[in-house]
């Protein structure tokens, strides 16, 4: 309501100015003096009505309405010039104003970008490669996992043994590994595993999301290139093969391909002061209507904002990096998960049905966090793991 008002208020002003440009402000005054005539005529009229002849008073009378016919035309001639005058000049602002958009959006591009090397976290995305050759000591999704059969399979508590939801082969990524400063190992098997059950909840206990009796992480210092396909089945592991029960979140298999870059997100503390700073030393002065800024999303153009969440939003399968949630950070309002600093593996749904027979769907199109605590992620500890998943 109030914006609306402003906006009122400001095209009045605009008007008043174009009226009050010289050659409108000399029609004006031609036109008030033409019916002050015609005013003065009307009234001497009436006052010599008896004084007069009748072919005078006729005159005057129309001299007076021939006036009135004048004032009309200028009037009308003034406010065509004006309405016309305001047209334009709207026309113009707007174009300039989109103009402006378009350049804020490039900008906007290119602040997010020095955000990410300034002030983001180094990141290992993950894509699924339907045509990549998998083997079973392959970084991948869903199937058979390679295990050493020299230690216990992790099981729940009732001996049932759990499923393959994705595995990382770190010698494949050890340069990548070796860019996160010692956060991963750079060698060895990283292993992610859950045992979904017709709860949906995935393995996971809403109750206590430490609860590592439905999920477990495991790392492999080294990897035994002897081990085959044939020892694992003999292990009687099982695999995701189908989404036919709303319980499994994954089913089959793919291999992966990763990329390493930095990024920084909206939802960083120093995200919002970092970028208004950034837009400021290229001219861009950034303020709400009161101002006083407290949401980006409050004092940007619908479209620049748009443009800003897009290029600071990781709804990709991660290594490390900033979380994305489609609700809510458990961590935020429960002082039992503040430890776990430091996400580990971020999943998110693959519902794409053209693109292979792997598919990945976490209740309505949701994501899945395993997050640790930084010291015991340097140390290679994962015996200690939060895993929280939330969707639409």
Known sequence: MIRKTRNILHRREEIEKIYNTPANLRLKHIAIGVICVAIILMGIAAILIDDISDTMLLVMRGCAGLCAILFVIIVGILTYRVNNTYIKSSTQSNLIKNAKIMDKLELTRKIAEEL????????????????????????????????DDSLPYPTDNKGNKLKLLAQFNLG??????????????????????????????????????TNNNLFRVIYHPSINPEITVEDIRDLNIPEALSLENDYEPISGEIGLDFNIKKKAILGQSDFKDKFIEKAGTYGWQIDDE??????????????????LFDCSYIDENCLLGYPVFTQYDP????????????????MTTSDDEDESDFKAMWGDMGIAHFFINRDKLIKKDFSDIMYYWDCY
């Not at 983001?120 to 996992?145: A, Q, R």
């Not at 949401?295 to 748009?306: F, Q």
Request: aromatic share 14%; glycine share 8%.
């Open 116 to 147: 990410n090397e300034e002030i983001g976290l180094t990141t290992i995305f993950i894509y699924p490669n339907k045509d990549k050759e998998i083997t079973l000591t392959s970084s991948k999704f869903g199937g058979l996992p390679y295990w």
């Open 172 to 209: 494949e990524i050890a340069e990548a590994c070796h860019s996160c400063g010692g956060l991963l190992p750079e060698s060895g098997m990283l292993q992610f595993f859950i045992l979904p059950e017709e709860d949906c909840f995935y393995g996971s206990d809403l109750d206590d999301y």
């Open 331 to 346: 961590r935020t309002d429960d002082e039992q998960y503040a430890g776990y600093d430091t996400q580990l593996f971020q």
């Open 290 to 307: 009161n101002g006083t800024i407290t949401d980006l999303d409050d004092c940007l153009e619908e479209d620049v904002y748009s443009e």
